[in-house]
């Protein structure tokens, strides 16, 4: 089956390309609010964060078919000692906006994947009560679902070609509310850098649990548009938005647009670069490298200051 993917540079808060009850699944990543590592003060507060998830989260209302489900992989932010309750809040807006919350999936990356710094030292330096800060190795995976599946619905031929492995289901343990996935690390020269990209593992159980073949899947936070590539392996459509064009380049090398391929694809790829499409990735991760010769540069003094 030809699969379609229409992929759009510009705010998700408009996705006029999408007309209403037209999506049969949501897999996706928002912006971690201002995490220092990918998105370093893109957001003026955590309440302007909030306000623009929650006009997002409206217009995916907006696009989803009856009784489809939404999958939001996010995670609670740390940004100078303040934890802000983003698992939470993301749940409050979406229940607030019409979706039910259906149930919630927590992801486990291995132990030495840890990416910030490891808070759990800590308490090695002071062996004693109220030193404890654990280290994060999870994320989590929330899914909604907006009112009820008709299972009548769908053909019997359509069924048949989306039929789970239950052996790999099983081998796998899709069937706990804990998955153990190797994450992505966005490190130098890789395709997904200053991307916070998820494993494609992800959208690959999520789209398999959640959709028929031939149907269409969105991902509002594209990315590198992992999602978009994996719903294309799965024969399933895709629609896109990413806001920030300079996202181009990795998004076409991801959709193998890039590679000069005698094969032909079984997929078609369109992309749209919309007027509302900002300039990010470079500001973004110029301000990281700043950042982090700072805290360099403050550790050394500091080393100094203790000699
Ligand atoms: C966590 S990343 C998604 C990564 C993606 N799952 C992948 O595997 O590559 C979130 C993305 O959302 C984009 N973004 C932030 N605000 C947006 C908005 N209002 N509309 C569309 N995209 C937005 C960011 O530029 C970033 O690329």
Redesign the pocket.
């Known amino acids: 089956m030809r699969t379609y993917h229409r992929l759009i540079f510009?705010?998700?808060?408009n996705m006029r390309e999408l007309d209403d009850g037209s999506v049969q699944l949501v897999v996706?990543?928002?912006?971690?609010f201002n995490a220092p590592f990918?998105?370093p003060d893109m957001f003026e507060s955590y309440d302007e964060y909030l306000d623009?998830m929650r006009r997002?989260a409206r217009e995916i209302y907006r696009v989803m078919d009856d009784g489809r489900i939404v999958c939001i992989?996010c995670d609670d932010t740390l940004i100078n000692g303040v934890k802000y309750p983003v698992v939470a809040d993301l749940t409050k807006i979406y229940m607030d906006e019409g979706f039910a919350y259906r149930d919630k999936i927590i992801w486990i990356k291995p132990e030495g994947y840890i990416r910030i710094s490891r808070r759990s030292g800590v308490i090695l330096q002071h062996p004693y009560p109220m030193y404890f800060y654990p280290d994060n190795i999870q994320e989590t995976i929330l899914i909604f679902q907006k009112g009820r599946f008709d299972y009548q619905k769908i053909p019997e031929d359509i069924k048949k070609k989306s039929k789970i492995d239950t052996e790999e289901y099983q081998k796998n343990k899709w069937y706990l509310t804990t998955w153990h996935i190797t994450n992505v690390l966005p490190l130098k020269n890789r395709l997904?850098q200053g991307?916070?990209?998820?494993p494609e593992e992800i959208p690959y159980r999520l789209i398999k649990l959640f959709s028929y073949v031939g149907e269409t899947v969105l991902?509002?936070?594209?990315?590198?548009?992992?999602?978009n590539k994996v719903a294309a392996e799965l024969g399933r459509n895709s629609f896109g938005?990413?806001?920030?064009v300079e996202?181009c380049d990795v998004v076409k090398e991801k959709m193998g647009l890039k590679q000069c391929c005698l094969i032909d694809k079984n997929y078609d790829v369109e992309i749209v670069v919309r007027e509302d499409a900002r300039r990010?990735r470079t500001h973004l991760q110029d301000k990281v490298r700043r950042q982090k010769s700072v805290t360099k540069n403050a550790k050394r003094e500091a080393g100094k200051l203790v000699q």
């Open positions: 510009g705010d998700a808060e996706t990543s928002p912006p971690y990918d998105y623009k997002i992989v997904e991307v916070a990209a998820f991902d509002p936070f594209m990315g590198s548009a992992t999602t938005y990413e806001v920030d996202l990010l």
